[in-house]
């Protein structure tokens, strides 16, 4: 909640298309590597620019099963 509604310094939203980038590209990664690349790629996006929402951040992990 919160990452995409993010602004830089030039008032670009960071958006959801960005973030749907970021999953796509760690989605083989750990749990704890993908949720914390999501944050990191905020941050860096935003620079020195101000919260103007909360960040967070829910991944969820789920194993392939094999059914018989």
Known sequence: DGLYEQFNQDGMEFGI??????????KTKSIQFFGQSI???????????????????????IEK???E
């Open 65 to 67: 099963s094999t059914i």
């Open 17 to 26: 298309d960005k973030l749907y980038d970021i999953c796509e590209e760690n």
């Open 39 to 61: 944050i990191n790629e905020v941050k860096f996006f935003m620079k020195n620019n101000i919260l103007h929402d909360d960040l967070t951040v829910i991944a969820i992990e």
